[in-house]
């Protein structure tokens, strides 16, 4: 595992403010389309973020985020 290139981003959803652009994301572990604000967690991974909508989708990401990126 290589965790130190993990980290997990807080949302910070209170210091936002209304935003307009509802943006559509895809979760690279099951290919389920989500909403942003509507994510279970957002992990950065070499620097990109991924949004992930449940937490079996994290633990997936955690145990092998290589399979999932893009190279
Ligand atoms: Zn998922």
Known sequence: MNNEEIRIVKEVNNMKQHSKNKQ??????CGKRINRNKAHITIAYK?????LCCPKCQSEFEKDPEKYVDN
Do not use: A, K, S, W
């Open 24 to 29: 559509v994301i895809i979760d690279p572990i």
């Open 47 to 51: 620097n990109i973020d991924y949004m």
